[in-house]
């Protein structure tokens, strides 16, 4: 008999757990909490085999009772269970002790110059090794540099980056909407067609390249990200303002940090930590960055219309705090020697997913909202 601990706060759906875990013969409830702080306790008193514990929960999340119930208890399994993915959960999870596995890249990575849509072109295929080997393990919630690759790349030049993981890696670190195609399979097929494709990018964050003059980061939403622009087309505004120094012959990147969703106060379970929290990482810690142009904002004026698991939590918030915000971004970039240059909040009064009442009006009057 495998003995069981439900933890979550909503009583509804603890009870509703606890009698489906009750239809099968060889799983006991032992007891039920829905409380954070009370799952190590009940644990000592019942011992359990297995845990299954809500990521949110009152008092100390479900993962901080995770770890710790692994500390008191580590005869009892953590079973995490959350109705809101949100990316960076896995990655804590193994962080703090959990089954998660790191991504495991000890097999070739490639690197070659794009030669159509799901394979480069062969005489430009090099293999990229970490340390002069054939691949990395990266540890949870960290990031791993390759050695530098001899590739000779001109302004513009389209890369493919082919990565094999080897094993099982559960939820994949991944950038949502790419607006490009990303090609996938079961398997180790780096030299064979693929058999899926996706709309999102994985485990990669970037490719850094020697020569240039410095770079220009483009930081924000889903205006920076390129959501709703051409598939494949790399028409974002920033490949458009790429093209502008690649015309004039000046050797200068320009980098896309934008996230759809995300906004300057608030972390998002769907769309990432908040600008000024990942102002550090996304741009002043990028090499050879001169300038950021940021374009954030309106998702923190407009996500108080929305009530979604992605859009909480989802205070008002004041035109002075959204200020502030960007203030801090200014005072980072300025105490790294970054300029800073600002972008306009786009007017948004009439757009569909805030105003559905007011354009099924505009449609029942015959006009175009």
Same mark, same amino acid.
């Given at each position: 008999?495998? *003995?069981?601990?439900?933890?979550?706060?909503? =009583?509804?759906? #603890?009870?509703?757990?606890?009698?489906?875990? =009750?239809?099968?013969?060889?799983?006991?409830?032992?007891?039920?909490?829905?409380?954070?702080?009370?799952?190590?306790?009940?644990?000592?008193?019942?011992?359990?085999?297995?845990?299954?514990?809500?990521?949110?929960?009152?008092?100390?999340?479900?993962?901080?009772?995770?770890?710790?119930?692994?500390?008191?208890?580590?005869?009892?399994?953590?079973?995490?269970?959350?109705?809101?993915? *949100?990316?960076?959960?896995?990655? @804590?999870?193994?962080?703090?002790?959990?089954?998660?596995?790191?991504?495991?890249?000890?097999?070739?990575?490639?690197?070659?110059?794009?030669?159509?849509?799901?394979?480069?072109?062969?005489?430009?295929? *090099?293999?990229?090794?970490?340390?002069?080997?054939?691949?990395?393990?990266?540890?949870?919630?960290?990031?791993?540099?390759?050695?530098?690759?001899?590739?000779?790349?001109?302004?513009?030049?389209?890369?493919?980056?082919?990565?094999?993981?080897k094993g099982a890696?559960?939820?994949?670190?991944?950038?949502?909407?790419?607006?490009?195609?990303?090609?996938?399979? #079961?398997?180790?097929?780096r030299s064979r067609?693929?058999?899926?494709?996706?709309?999102?990018?994985?485990?990669?964050?970037?490719?850094?390249?020697?020569?240039?003059?410095?770079?220009?980061?483009?930081?924000?939403?889903?205006?920076?990200?390129?959501?709703?622009?051409?598939?494949?087309?790399?028409?974002?505004?920033?490949?458009?303002?790429?093209? *502008?120094?690649?015309?004039?012959?000046?050797?200068?990147?320009?980098?896309?940090?934008?996230?759809?969703?995300?906004?300057?106060?608030?972390?998002?379970?769907?769309?990432?930590?908040?600008?000024?929290? @990942?102002?550090?990482?996304?741009?002043?810690?990028?090499?050879?960055?001169?300038?950021?142009?940021?374009m954030a904002g309106?998702?923190?004026?407009?996500?108080?219309?929305?009530?979604?698991?992605?859009?909480?939590?989802?205070?008002?918030?004041?035109?002075?705090?959204?200020?502030?915000?960007?203030?801090?971004?200014?005072?980072?970039?300025?105490?790294?020697?970054? @300029?800073?240059?600002?972008?306009?909040?786009?007017?948004?009064?009439?757009?569909?997913?805030?105003?559905?009442?007011?354009?099924?009006?505009?449609?029942?009057?015959?006009?175009?909202?």
């Amino acid at each position: 008999m495998i *003995r069981v601990l439900p933890a979550e706060d909503m =009583r509804i759906l #603890r009870e509703a757990l606890a009698g489906l875990l =009750r239809l099968e013969a060889d799983l006991e409830i032992v007891a039920e909490v829905e409380h954070g702080d009370a799952i190590v306790p009940a644990a000592l008193e019942h011992r359990p085999d297995v845990a299954v514990i809500d990521i949110q929960l009152p008092g100390i999340d479900g993962l901080e009772a995770a770890a710790a119930l692994h500390e008191r208890l580590p005869s009892c399994k953590a079973l995490i269970l959350t109705a809101v993915g *949100r990316p960076d959960n896995p990655r @804590r999870h193994a962080a703090r002790g959990g089954p998660a596995a790191p991504p495991d890249l000890r097999h070739r990575t490639e690197l070659s110059g794009l030669g159509g849509h799901q394979a480069g072109r062969p005489a430009t295929t *090099r293999a990229v090794t970490f340390g002069r080997g054939h691949g990395t393990v990266i540890p949870a919630g960290r990031e791993a540099v390759s050695d530098a690759v001899r590739l000779p790349v001109t302004a513009l030049d389209k890369l493919s980056v082919t990565l094999y993981v080897k094993g099982a890696t559960g939820p994949a670190t991944f950038h949502d909407i790419a607006s490009a195609t990303t090609f996938r399979t #079961r398997g180790d097929h780096r030299s064979r067609a693929f058999t899926g494709t996706s709309s999102s990018w994985y485990h990669l964050t970037g490719v850094d390249v020697k020569g240039g003059a410095g770079s220009v980061v483009t930081f924000g939403d889903s205006a920076t990200d390129g959501t709703g622009s051409t598939q494949d087309a790399d028409n974002r505004h920033p490949d458009q303002l790429a093209e *502008r120094p690649a015309a004039s012959g000046r050797r200068l990147g320009v980098l896309n940090a934008g996230i759809s969703g995300n906004r300057v106060l608030n972390d998002s379970a769907c769309f990432g930590e908040k600008a000024t929290a @990942r102002f550090q990482r996304d741009v002043l810690d990028r090499p050879g960055v001169r300038s950021v142009i940021v374009m954030a904002g309106i998702n923190d004026i407009t996500y108080p219309l929305m009530d979604t698991p992605c859009s909480t939590p989802n205070p008002v918030v004041t035109a002075e705090q959204i200020i502030e915000g960007h203030r801090e971004l200014i005072r980072a970039a300025r105490a790294r020697g970054v @300029r800073g240059v600002g972008g306009t909040i786009t007017p948004f009064k009439g757009n569909p997913w805030l105003y559905p009442a007011d354009n099924a009006a505009d449609a029942r009057h015959g006009e175009d909202p």
